[in-house]
């Protein structure tokens, strides 16, 4: 059987290595995915790389695979941060699944103070980033970390760096920063809770000299939206 299914691990993973799957990794391969032993299947990490394995042993609590192939080396991630206040549970996992898709190494909540959900599991997030990633074939898992408020994340990002803050109602430099953005200028990229910002932090982002704002569309998007087209269009600007 031609091995399609990918599962990240964190362990190391080297030739001729036994590892032992978790039993959600067994319930998934031997209940959902009817895989038996001598199937194959692949298992990787962003150190390690992606390795073709062969399963020995399988139950209801573990799975053990040998692994037998590297055919993929570790890889360098991509340097895209999308810094997004939290949304409604559903959208939030969407954005989530679909901006690891996408290829984003950094995921930065911001709790802002017109964001409604104040609690997150981070948990459950970084789940749905390892599924994503076990789908869409790439080997790095994105990082999320929680800021508890705008100002807050503000004071930790780097002096030297540039925050792209997508902003509905300014579009004075927009051409010029879709320029820029194809000279491979920009890494970070900012989405505001739904409504936007409060007065007190559109004050803030006005003060900060390296933060930019881009009208990304004529139109306004929810913020899920917005966060997908950001992550979109600085994707494609580092394959040119």
Avoid at 15 to 20: I, R
Avoid at 81 to 90: H, R
Avoid at 181 to 208: A, C, R
Avoid at 219 to 240: C, D, G, M, P, Y
Wanted: include cysteine; hydrophobic fraction near 40%; aromatic fraction near 8%.
């Amino acid at each position: 059987m031609s091995e399609k299914i990918r599962l990240f691990f964190e362990g190391k993973l080297e030739k001729q290595l036994l590892v032992k799957l978790d039993s959600k990794q067994a319930h998934y391969l031997g209940n959902v995915m009817r895989q038996k032993p001598r199937d194959l299947v692949r298992v990787y990490n962003q150190k390690d790389g992606e390795w073709r394995a062969i399963i020995r042993e399988i139950s209801n609590k573990y799975c053990l695979v040998l692994l037998t192939e590297k055919i993929k080396k570790k890889i360098i991630a991509s340097t895209i941060n999308l810094v997004f206040c939290p949304v409604k549970k559903n959208s939030l996992e969407y954005v989530i699944q679909k901006t690891t898709e996408l290829g984003v190494s950094l995921i930065s909540l911001v709790y802002s103070n017109r964001v409604v959900r104040k609690k997150t599991n981070i948990q459950r997030l970084k789940s749905i980033a390892i599924q994503a990633s076990e789908q869409c074939g790439r080997i790095d898992i994105p990082l999320i970390y929680e800021y508890k408020s705008l100002e807050f994340f503000l004071n930790s990002f780097p002096r030297k760096g540039k925050l792209l803050f997508c902003n509905f109602h300014d579009d004075s430099r927009t051409k010029e920063i879709f320029t820029e953005i194809s000279k491979k200028i920009y890494t970070d990229v900012l989405i505001g809770p739904e409504g936007g910002f409060d007065q007190t932090e559109t004050n803030l982002l006005s003060n900060y000299q390296n933060i930019v704002s881009v009208k990304l569309n004529d139109n306004v998007l929810r913020s899920e939206t917005a966060a997908i087209a950001a992550v979109s269009i600085l994707q494609a600007s580092f394959k040119r």
